[in-house]
Structure formats: structure tokens, C-alpha cells
């Protein structure tokens, strides 16, 4: 994790907005379908595959596929590591906000 100046530490999960936007989607309403959670990110096919695949490969989400009727269907969850990573990440930017109105 990359650290400024001020001592936040950012999580490379968290530097794509699309990877941001689905573990921020996820945080309540988890599991999502991958039609749901791609209205929510306003991503395409192909980044929103590339994005998610990032975040299981970091343990961040779970992705749950399987066959409903005749047609696949992908569900994604979060994971409790991705549950806490958020957290910890918005904990940072309040942290951050409160600083500046310190100041």
C-alpha cells in the first residue's frame, strides 16, 4: 500500500474508481449479479470482469458461478478481508476530512 505525507495509506484496490465503486456497491448489498452490479458501476463487460477478477485475486470478493435454467449466472460477495480493506479505507478519508477542518 502506497503512503503520502500524511500518513494514509492507500489501498491499490482501492486506486480504480470501478474497484472502488464495487466493493462500495457490495458493502450492503452483497451478493450482487453481474448485471446489477454493472448498472451500480456504469462499467463495461470487459472492465467490469477485469476489475472483479483483480478483487478475487486479492480476496477481496467472492464470485460465485453457476448454471440457472440454461443460462450462467455470476454472483459476486464480500469477502470479510474486502469488508474490512473498505472500512479501513473510509476510516482514512474521515480521518483525512476531519484533519482539514482542523486546520
Excluded: C
Excluded at 45 to 56: I, P
Excluded at 67 to 90: D, S
Amino acid at each position: 500500500m502506497g503512503e503520502n505525507n500524511r500518513g494514509f495509506r492507500q489501498d491499490p484496490a482501492f486506486q480504480a474508481q470501478v474497484r472502488l465503486a464495487i466493493v462500495a456497491a457490495l458493502i450492503n448489498r452483497s451478493p450482487l449479479d453481474f448485471k446489477n452490479l454493472k448498472e451500480i458501476t456504469g462499467a463495461t463487460d470487459g472492465n467490469l470482469s477485469n476489475h472483479t477478477q483483480k478483487l478475487e485475486e486479492w480476496e477481496y470478493i467472492k464470485v460465485d458461478k453457476r448454471i440457472e435454467g440454461r443460462r450462467p449466472k455470476t454472483r459476486y460477495h464480500l469477502t470479510p478481508k474486502g469488508r474490512e480493506a473498505f472500512i479501513a479505507y473510509v476510516k482514512a478519508l474521515e480521518n483525512i476530512v476531519k484533519e482539514s477542518e482542523e486546520n
